[in-house]
């Protein structure tokens, strides 16, 4: 019996494309001037400390550079990820760009909230980029409906380490757990930990040999049965 639905973001309830195309451009091409802007600010120089630490470089210059090229590589580094969260703040604000979600994706977490399914977030972007991201979408601001979001404070998305943590935290045995994502590495993982397993293929012909139940769009899951 299903309890909880843990989600990805990119290629899960949002498109590939937004992240790639408009956050991770607006993040690059604002970065050097945000961290110079905010370097001193406790928050952000806590994380260049980080950079900092894991990198072993130091001063503002090489702290950009190191960041730039971690984008370029998309290293799934802890600051980074805060980093961009907080460029992107300023850009939902700002009204540069809205969140995007995909209908299907949308409809199901609303009619799964009213089944009282607890739904929670899990993805390489910073908490502060997932609250930003379903505040501001074309369905309206969708933050009530999760009881918690995850990124990789609590550990990589490819360790069953992480999903382990996080059925710790929302208290429910690992097999009344669905995760759904895109990525199979992702999802061997969570399966090893006891979760159990959806893959979107949004963009692809379901392989139905696939080692993960695979479908294109959040139409295709029913939580009615409590059954994954």
């Not at 990198?55 to 590589?73: N, P, R």
């Not at 850009?91 to 739904?119: I, P």
Request: proline share 2%; aromatic share 10%.
């Amino acid at each position: 019996m299903i309890k909880a639905v843990v989600t990805d973001i990119e290629g899960t309830t949002s498109s590939l494309s937004f992240v790639k195309d408009v956050l991770f451009p607006y993040a690059r091409a604002h970065l050097a001037d945000f961290v110079r802007s905010h370097e001193h600010d406790p928050q952000v120089k806590a994380l260049l400390d980080e950079v900092s630490k894991e990198a072993g470089v130091s001063g503002a210059g090489q702290i950009i550079a190191q960041l730039l090229a971690w984008i370029d590589e998309d290293k799934k580094a802890t600051p980074l990820k805060s980093l961009q969260g907080l460029i992107w703040e300023a850009g939902y604000r700002q009204g540069d760009f809205n969140g995007h979600v995909y209908r299907d994706a949308a409809e199901k977490l609303k009619a799964w909230k009213a089944q009282g399914l607890d739904l929670y977030v899990y993805s390489s972007g910073s908490v502060h980029a997932q609250k930003l991201l379903f505040a501001h979408t074309g369905y309206g601001d969708l933050t009530a409906l999760f009881s918690g979001y995850f990124d990789t404070h609590i550990g990589g998305k490819r360790e069953p380490e992480s999903y382990k943590k996080i059925a710790g935290h929302i208290g429910y045995p690992t097999q009344q757990i669905v995760f759904l994502s895109d990525i199979k590495e992702e999802l061997d993982a969570a399966r090893e930990a006891g979760f159990e397993t959806v893959w979107l293929c949004r963009d692809s012909m379901l392989d139905v040999d696939a080692e993960h139940r695979q479908v294109n769009s959040f139409d295709a899951l029913n939580w009615d049965t409590q059954t994954a």
